[in-house]
């Protein structure tokens, strides 16, 4: 019942500022509406003087409270369904904790330097799991002309796990990245491609040290290929002793709002990312 209560709260306050923010727009409206009145009139000055408000209307005031709406919305959004199945969490807008050098670190895909950008971070615990999931994109590889391009968008999220899993290997999926750049990458960290065990499917490639170093049993490749199935965006999962690394492409935990209508309860209660879930479903699967 509380829950309940707290749900037609939040959709009750982001209606009245949605309200506003219609106000405002009718005030952005009005000034413009006077800019055209006093250039039929001829008045040049007042035309100047009216055109320079109301741009600084929309530049500072309008767009300023359209930003902070939306952003509540998505924070409000994160807030009653993903950040519900943590404790001690924290959103922050660009994390202050991630960096380009960690994200090579977790070596998922090749990118350019200096490109890699961090946009809306969540961190939390899930028992004995330190979780930190963040948007972010980079430049996968860059033009001869020196521009970077091909930029890849989505989603990485990190687990420390309370014990070494022992285990030290990369599954991707075809197509998260062109073929020729996967095996220079690979093949840069002193990874080789290993055949895939029984119960792995075709769509995966799997990568290690080498031939005899421990693989995670059956049970975990068939949980990541229903994972793999369910999430539209294609993935790289990679183990590294006590730290598990996942990247989905083009899936965020932003989700798309508008200023245009009133945020509605289901909108409001639809988990902009689903996947955590599976991605913690992966873990009791780990060992064999």
Same mark, same amino acid.
């Given at each position: 019942?509380?829950?309940?209560?707290?749900?037609?709260?939040? $959709?009750?306050?982001?209606?009245?500022?949605?309200?506003?923010?219609?106000?405002?727009?009718?005030?952005?409206?009005?000034?413009?509406?006077?800019?055209?009145?006093?250039? $039929?009139?001829?008045?040049?000055?007042?035309?100047?003087?009216?055109?320079?408000?109301?741009?600084?209307?929309?530049?500072?005031? $309008?767009?300023?409270?359209?930003?902070?709406?939306?952003?509540?919305?998505?924070?409000?959004?994160?807030?009653?369904?993903?950040?519900?199945?943590?404790?001690?969490?924290?959103?922050?807008?660009?994390?202050?904790?991630?960096?380009?050098?960690?994200?090579?670190?977790?070596?998922?895909?090749?990118?350019? %330097?200096?490109?890699?950008?961090?946009?809306?971070?969540?961190?939390?615990?899930?028992?004995a799991f330190h979780i930190h999931s963040t948007d972010c994109s980079a430049a996968e590889r860059q033009h001869e002309t020196g521009v970077a391009a091909d930029i890849v968008t989505g989603n990485w999220t990190q687990i420390e796990l309370p014990e070494d899993t022992g285990l030290h290997v990369c599954i991707l999926e075809d197509g998260l990245f062109p073929d020729e750049l996967r095996k220079e990458f690979?093949?840069?960290?002193?990874? $080789?491609?290993?055949?895939?065990?029984?119960?792995?499917?075709?769509?995966?490639?799997?990568?290690?040290?080498?031939?005899?170093? %421990?693989?995670?049993?059956?049970?975990?490749?068939?949980?990541?290929?229903?994972?793999?199935?369910?999430?539209?965006?294609?993935?790289?999962?990679?183990?590294?002793?006590?730290?598990?690394?996942?990247?989905?492409?083009?899936?965020?935990?932003?989700?798309?709002?508008?200023?245009?209508?009133?945020?509605?309860?289901?909108?409001?209660?639809?988990?902009?990312?689903?996947?955590?879930?599976?991605?913690?479903?992966?873990?009791?699967?780990?060992?064999?």
């Amino acid at each position: 019942m509380a829950e309940q209560k707290t749900q037609n709260s939040k $959709v009750t306050e982001l209606a009245a500022e949605n309200k506003r923010m219609h106000i405002m727009a009718y005030g952005l409206m009005a000034l413009l509406f006077l800019v055209l009145l006093a250039t $039929v009139l001829r008045q040049f000055a007042l035309t100047s003087i009216l055109l320079i408000v109301a741009i600084l209307y929309q530049m500072f005031i $309008v767009r300023k409270q359209q930003k902070s709406y939306l952003r509540k919305c998505e924070n409000t959004n994160l807030e009653l369904t993903t950040l519900q199945k943590l404790d001690g969490v924290k959103i922050e807008e660009k994390p202050e904790d991630a960096s380009e050098a960690e994200f090579l670190e977790a070596g998922l895909f090749p990118f350019v %330097p200096k490109t890699v950008r961090f946009f809306k971070s969540i961190t939390g615990k899930k028992g004995a799991f330190h979780i930190h999931s963040t948007d972010c994109s980079a430049a996968e590889r860059q033009h001869e002309t020196g521009v970077a391009a091909d930029i890849v968008t989505g989603n990485w999220t990190q687990i420390e796990l309370p014990e070494d899993t022992g285990l030290h290997v990369c599954i991707l999926e075809d197509g998260l990245f062109p073929d020729e750049l996967r095996k220079e990458f690979y093949e840069g960290q002193k990874l $080789v491609e290993l055949p895939r065990p029984e119960g792995m499917p075709g769509t995966l490639h799997l990568y290690a040290e080498g031939p005899d170093v %421990p693989l995670p049993g059956g049970a975990f490749f068939q949980k990541l290929r229903s994972f793999a199935a369910y999430t539209p965006g294609k993935l790289v999962a990679r183990i590294q002793g006590d730290t598990l690394d996942v990247f989905i492409r083009n899936r965020f935990l932003s989700s798309s709002f508008s200023v245009r209508e009133p945020l509605t309860k289901e909108e409001l209660l639809r988990d902009p990312f689903p996947e955590l879930d599976h991605i913690l479903e992966l873990i009791p699967f780990l060992k064999g």
